[in-house]
């Protein structure tokens, strides 16, 4: 029983520094995107939030080969490519000298840890079903979201120290050090036999078999609008505090708290999930993140920002309702469709994101000189969310009923 509780926790750790390389490369840029954006001939804060949105963009699209992929060699041949991609991603953007080339290198590298990131997920479900599946989940998340609470913090320490290219190095060494780990520790989860040959339709097979399942084509639409909203705030924090606020010096450990919001409500939903259930902690926490837009609204309509102390409750109340969103979104709407996890994971992965990267582009181009557009496009979020989530349980109650 203790081998099997260690195995286990093992395991959480590994998937979550999967995943945790994607949150550093987004998150330890950020102290240095000014800097980065002189270096490649920008001053135009839009344009360095791009660095941002676009390795999002990546990190979207890239399962669409990798998920595919991974359903027919494995899974691990899989996390080798990816990380193989990023570290040349990642010489393109320390030797990049045009915004082009630095967007072509985040993309790239966006694009790379996609495939440690998706097969994380894959693997969850080909290990776990159900609410334990949750319950990995949002154990995963918790270590995973450790990441964003230091990674600001230690690119400014790279920045203050060394320079803006040595952040892209300290990503790459920590990538060869999970990669090792990963290796050396994990087997593979998908057995030969459920193994599917690649084929040019694969993609659309998996699409038509994903099309059956209403929920989870529901779920992951809203999963791209909180995803969508969230990455708002990403692509603009560093704008807000350092810009509107002047708290330059201050950001890493703002953005360090508001992370750790995060990180508490995904610690709580490790154990709630087992008594709530993945539906109703989903309800409970949208309505939550749109009351709390609403009020913010009500409160500072005429755009002028309040005092930091007061946006940072307002963020706070925000991401610990979004907390108990992100593993629970994706979790339900993979449920249905372990039988195809790799190519669900990728297809989910990239609806939400190519639904995400327009709304924080278009969004993000109105944080100027307020904070209230932000919270303008939590509520509209929200709003949507909510009336998705009404429709799925509708139908859910309406075919219960056709059955009996």
């Not at 989860?189 to 699409?207: A, I, N, Y």
């Not at 907390?323 to 372990?338: D, H, K, Q, S, Y």
């Amino acid at each position: 029983m203790l081998k099997k509780r260690s195995s286990q926790i093992e395991f959480v750790a590994l998937m979550a520094s999967l995943m945790s390389i994607a949150a550093l490369a987004l998150d330890a840029l950020l102290p240095a995107l000014d800097i980065i954006g002189l270096a490649v001939g920008t001053t135009d804060a839009a344009d360095n939030q791009l660095l941002i949105i676009l390795f999002f963009f990546g990190l979207g699209a890239g399962p669409l080969l990798f998920g595919p992929v991974s359903d027919s060699i494995g899974r691990k041949p899989v996390v080798y490519m990816g990380f193989a991609l990023f570290i040349l991603a990642s010489m393109i953007c320390v030797y990049a000298r045009s915004l082009e080339m630095m967007i072509v290198g985040r993309i790239l590298q966006g694009v790379a840890l996609s495939a440690p990131r998706t097969i994380s997920i894959a693997m969850i479900r080909d290990s776990y079903s159900g609410d334990y599946m949750a319950r990995i989940m949002s154990f995963v998340t918790v270590v995973f979201i450790l990441v964003p609470i230091i990674a600001p913090a230690s690119g400014k320490f790279i920045l203050d120290n060394y320079n803006w290219q040595s952040i892209f190095f300290a990503q790459v060494f920590f990538s060869i050090l999970v990669a090792f780990w990963f290796w050396q520790r994990q087997p593979e989860t998908l057995d030969v036999e459920k193994r599917t040959p690649l084929t040019t339709h694969l993609f659309t097979d998996g699409l038509k078999e994903m099309l059956k399942y209403k929920a989870t084509i529901a779920y992951t639409i809203v999963s791209g609008f909180i995803v969508g909203s969230f990455l708002v705030y990403l692509s603009t924090s560093q704008q807000i505090f350092q810009h509107q606020y002047d708290m330059k010096d201050e950001f890493p450990y703002i953005f360090a708290g508001l992370a750790l919001t995060i990180g508490t409500a995904i610690f709580l939903n490790g154990t709630l999930v087992l008594r709530l259930g993945m539906k109703r902690l989903i309800s409970i926490s949208m309505f939550l993140f749109f009351g709390i837009s609403l009020m913010y609204l009500a409160l500072f309509s005429s755009g002028e920002n309040p005092s930091v102390g007061v946006l940072l409750l307002f963020f706070g109340l925000q991401f610990f309702a979004i907390g108990f969103l992100f593993g629970n979104l994706r979790a339900i709407a993979m449920e249905p469709v372990g039988h195809i996890a790799g190519m669900a994971a990728a297809i989910t992965g990239l609806v939400s994101t190519l639904m995400a990267v327009p709304i924080s582009t278009f969004i993000g181009r109105y944080v100027t000189n307020s904070a209230l557009p932000l919270f303008i496009g939590f509520l509209v979020c929200s709003s949507i969310s909510l009336l998705i989530l009404g429709y799925v349980e509708i139908s859910e109650k309406s075919s219960k009923r056709q059955r009996v």
